[in-house]
């Protein structure tokens, strides 16, 4: 696997409203595709991204994409998490992660950014990183919620950061990619405005549509989405990473 030095680039997978992409642009690192198969996260991310930003729709017929530094994705966790039927990775929704590691090896990225429900750890967390391993890739995992970073959305999801085995060989210390200091520095800081519940404002339901109350596709989104806080986070980790090894 040939590794150059330089400015890294991120491209997504299962986007969502690009929560990753907006934590990464904050991180100082160009996002040069997404894949989104929702019609109203799409049109989100070519607001904040722009026009002509690529989104590929369907992960299932999405090939060899152009080659970046950095694939993130949090695939499907319905079939994983608590509030599923707990069949696991080998669920309908959940066995997309098929295809996130189908696009992995074919990019074979210098990293790889993995978001899910902590009970990916018993319901196929085994599978994720048997198939990493397969590839080449060594792996890191860590549990984190916003609530680690003054945000008040308790909900705490799984992050894994794979790298090329050979990584190992390069760096003089097995210090994790994970970055402790910045959970109790920077990053830990709640917005003006955001300090209290009775602060947050209700979501507003206008209107229905089969039924169903106006914009709660835009609330739901926004509430699976990826923090940017967290997503920033991340990607200095990967940054720091990055710059102490001699590729």
Same mark, same amino acid.
Request: proline share 2%; net charge negative.
């Given at each position: 696997m040939e590794m150059k030095k330089g400015e890294l680039t991120h491209g997504s997978l299962f986007s969502g409203?690009? %929560?990753f992409g907006l934590g990464a642009a904050?991180? &100082?690192?160009?996002? =040069? @595709?997404? #894949?989104?198969f929702e019609d109203y996260q799409s049109l989100v991310i070519k607001k904040n991204f722009g026009e002509e930003h690529e989104i590929n729709r369907d992960i299932r017929t999405y090939s060899k994409p152009p080659f970046v530094d950095i694939i993130s994705g949090g695939f499907p966790c319905q079939d994983?998490?608590?509030?599923?039927? %707990?069949? %696991?990775?080998?669920?309908? $929704?959940?066995?997309? @992660?098929?295809?996130?590691f189908r696009i992995v090896r074919e990019v074979r990225p210098k990293y790889v950014l993995i978001e899910n429900?902590?009970? /990916?750890? !018993? $319901? &196929?967390? =085994?599978? !994720? /990183? #048997?198939? /990493?391993?397969?590839?080449?890739?060594?792996?890191e995992w860590q549990c984190l919620s916003g609530t680690d970073f003054g945000i008040q959305q308790n909900r705490e999801r799984l992050y894994c950061i794979a790298y090329p085995s050979e990584i190992n060989g390069k760096r003089g210390t097995q210090e994790s990619v994970f970055r402790k200091p910045y959970l109790s520095g920077q990053f830990t800081r709640v917005y003006p405005g955001w300090r209290t519940r009775q602060s947050i404002p209700s979501p507003r339901f206008t209107g229905k549509s089969n039924g169903v109350p106006d914009r709660v596709d835009r609330t739901e989104c926004i509430g699976n989405a990826v923090q940017p806080i967290i997503a920033h986070y991340l990607f200095e980790c990967i940054k720091i990473f990055d710059n102490k090894l001699t590729w």
């Open positions: 409203i690009e %929560g904050l991180a &100082g690192i160009k996002t =040069e @595709w997404s #894949c989104e994983i998490s608590i509030a599923g039927k %707990g069949v %696991g990775i080998v669920g309908e $929704r959940s066995g997309l @992660w098929s295809e996130m429900s902590p009970m /990916l750890v !018993v $319901r &196929g967390f =085994e599978q !994720v /990183l #048997c198939d /990493l391993s397969e590839i080449g890739y060594d792996a």
